[in-house]
């Protein structure tokens, strides 16, 4: 089994909170090379975490090149590129969807000026999380905003170089209440469709109502070839961004069984496991390798499942017979087999105490004032 690439936010590393408090940690990095740094440290106890994604503007520097030499440098490859459209006054009724023109060119430009950074970082991804949405019944017309979204779809996607993808995440609710532009899997599933080949969708497992098969969607984005990339993270309201596999780890476990079943869970492929969370109370780089940690027991107990036994019971019709065997797999503690292939792989078993002995906490602490905030709230 090969160890599954997960990709790392760099905004997990900074400061953040809730819009009640940004709780202040020490040691935080404060620009996006010491990000870099902490994102090379969970990288060098898990081996798991060769990409970081940048969020423009949080992680703008001069001189894009040189900051990927210096991830590089440390094995780490510049990832995923967020794009920001809910950070500005003037986005108050939308960014792309926004009824005022001049608001719309402002965010295409903001759009534009991220395809640049992916060509000068190498970055095969764009992603874009729309925050647009009304509040009120009679607010906006549904239909203008879709279609003043569709447009603006096309627009930046014919920006994109041929070897580049847009990357459409959805979501529920948050911050409009009464309508989002792209609420769900299947609005964006449809402008990816009629956008091309290259316009995917994110899945971030926070963003979905309450009892949503998650699964399910997986599963049919796959056979579609449209699932671009996850935004992992757990929920037990809303957008809760916890750390992976903390609420539900069953869940995320049938999430990376249909990956398995679809011959994604391998790395390299369609698919970018990312993460999307901000650890608010918990030191950050720990919670990183927690979050890896639980991500690799899901997704080696997804490759566990006899999938020659399933589906023979499957085809007999033996209902508990096939939920056993996967219900098996679940149930096994992938724990030891996780740390012999570390030991293998010539990594310490227990990433976590490896890394707490490192002296790595205490020295950013004494060496590092003033740490940055993730974004929130900036
Ligand atoms: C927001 O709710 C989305 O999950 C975004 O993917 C993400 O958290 C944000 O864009 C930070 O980059
Ligand atoms: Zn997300
Ligand atoms: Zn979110």
Redesign the pocket.
Known sequence: MRTLPVEL?S?AFGNSGTRFKVFGQAGVPRNPYEKIDDVAQVHRFTGATPSVAL?IPWDRVDDYPSLARYAADQGIALGTI?A?LFQDDDYKLGSLTNPDAAVRAKALDHLVECVDIMLATGSRDL?L?L?DGTNYPGQDSIRARQDRLAEALREIYARLPADRRLIV?Y?LF?PAFYTMDIPDWGVSYAHCLSLGDRAMV?V?T??HAPGTNIEFIVAFLLRAGKLGAF?FNSRFYA?D?LIVGAADPFQLFRILFECASAGALRGGGDVTYML?QCHNIEPKIPGQIRSVLNVQEAAAKALLVDTEALTAAQNAGDVLGANAVLMDAYNTDVRPLLADMRTAAGLDPDPMSAYLRSGYPERIVAERVGGQQA?WGA
Do not use: I, Y
Request: glycine share 10%; net charge negative.
């Open positions: 936010p905004w969020h967020n920001n992603k999380w925050p995440e979501k948050e994110c971030d926070g963003h935004d957008d961004d999307d974004g």
